[in-house]
């Protein structure tokens, strides 16, 4: 994951949990099990993504594993970003 990704991802996090401190957060803090994400939470973070980012996610990867910590957001939002743009992309004609 990228650094400006990264950042990003803690960027979004911390505007729906206020209470996050970034100082001691890393891509790998577990964020559901430290109670830094919940249910709701995760849904708001899903609107900041998008708005941020312009990465529609699907709903079937709405799922606790996505949102581990930001490591596995990062690969969700990557994995997003990839599939749209081969959505958008015109086709080849041959």
Do not use: H, W
């Not at 990003?8 to 001691?24: G, S």
């Not at 699907?58 to 606790?64: K, R």
């Amino acid at each position: 994951m990228s650094t400006t990704l990264y950042s990003t991802l803690l960027d979004a996090l911390c505007r729906t949990n206020p209470a996050c401190d970034r100082a001691r957060l890393s891509p790998s803090t577990p964020l559901l099990e430290e109670g830094l994400l919940d249910s709701l939470q995760i849904v708001t973070l899903i609107g900041e993504l998008e708005k941020d980012l312009g990465c529609q996610v699907p709903l079937d990867e709405v799922v606790p594993d996505n949102f581990q910590d930001l490591t596995a957001i990062g690969s969700l939002v990557e994995r997003c970003l990839s599939t749209q743009a081969a959505s958008d992309s015109p086709p080849v004609s041959g």
